[in-house]
């Protein structure tokens, strides 16, 4: 919604609109003719929607509808993709026995060495 103005004028005659904050102290000072020439470049939401042709609106609407989709099953998605996350964190996982120095896995073939020349 616009801010509402009150209209004044200075003591050179020049007129003014005084923009004010809630509790009615001045917060902004705009000549009429510069805010009055602003407000007239901008259209409202209401013309720019009248402006629009019916099958624009109906592509415009219908876009808005899959952005909602696809944000929905994304949404979805990432839940899943949480809840398995969270799912596999929360098992332990199981433990292997430490190795010994003598078991067989550790008695291995000593690795050829180069003969020496």
């Known amino acids: 919604?616009?801010?509402?103005?009150?209209t004044m004028r200075s003591r050179t005659g020049t007129k003014l609109y005084a923009v004010r904050d809630a509790s009615g102290q001045?917060?902004?000072i705009q000549t009429y003719k510069?805010?009055?020439a602003a407000d007239l470049r901008?259209?409202?939401k209401a013309e720019?929607?009248?402006a629009r042709g019916p099958m624009e609106k109906k592509v415009?609407?219908?876009a808005g509808n899959a952005v909602k989709s696809v944000k929905r099953s994304v949404k979805g998605a990432v839940a899943a993709?949480?809840?398995?996350?969270?799912?596999?964190?929360?098992?332990r996982q199981r433990r292997r026995p430490a190795r010994r120095p003598g078991s067989p896995l550790e008695r291995r073939r000593p690795s050829p060495r180069p003969k020496s020349p």
Not at 1 to 6: E, G, N, Y
């Open 60 to 62: 415009r609407k219908a």
């Open 1 to 6: 919604m616009p801010t509402r103005r009150t």
């Open 26 to 28: 001045f917060k902004d």
């Open 42 to 44: 901008h259209k409202s």
């Open 81 to 91: 993709v949480e809840r398995v996350a969270k799912r596999a964190s929360g098992r």
């Open 48 to 50: 720019v929607e009248a």
């Open 34 to 36: 510069r805010a009055h």
